[in-house]
C-alpha cells in the first residue's frame, strides 16, 4: 500500500540544474531512511544519496558530492534532490527509495521504492 513517485526528471545541458522530487502516499515516512540510487543502462543500479529520519544528517556517494543536496519534508512526506553543475555522466534513471534500517547505501536494505525518472544530461 505504500507508494513512493518520483518527478522532476528531463533534459538539461551539462552544467545545469534539475531538482527531483519524491512522494510518498498512503504512510508517513518520518522513521524511515530516504535515499536516491541511479542506473543507466547496461550499468548496475547504484547510491547516490541518503538522508536520516531526523534530516540532520546525509550521505553522499563521492561521485556527486558537492554537487547534489538531499533534503525531506517529513510534514508532506516528500524527499527532494536537488543536482546543480550536472555531468553527461550523471545520465540515468533516479530512484527514491524507503528502508526502516540504517544501511544508506545498500540497495537491497531499502523496503520501498519508486518507479524512477529520467535524468539526461547533453554536453
Known amino acids: 500500500q505504500v507508494q513512493l513517485v518520483e518527478s522532476g526528471g528531463g533534459l538539461v545541458q551539462a552544467g545545469g540544474s534539475l531538482r527531483l522530487s519524491c512522494a510518498a502516499s498512503g504512510r508517513t515516512f518520518g522513521n524511515h531512511v530516504m535515499g536516491w540510487f541511479r542506473q543507466a543502462p547496461g550499468k548496475e543500479r547504484e547510491f547516490v544519496a541518503a538522508?536520516?529520519?531526523?534530516?540532520?544528517?546525509?550521505y553522499y556517494a563521492d561521485s556527486v558530492k558537492g554537487r547534489f543536496t538531499i533534503s525531506r519534508d517529513n510534514g508532506k512526506n516528500t524527499v527532494n534532490l536537488q543536482m546543480n553543475s550536472l555531468k553527461p555522466e550523471d545520465t540515468a534513471v533516479y530512484y527514491c527509495a524507503a528502508q526502516r534500517g540504517s544501511l544508506y547505501s545498500v540497495a537491497w536494505n531499502y523496503n520501498y521504492w519508486g518507479q524512477g525518472t529520467q535524468v539526461t544530461v547533453s554536453s
Open positions: 538522508i536520516n529520519w531526523s534530516g540532520d544528517n546525509t
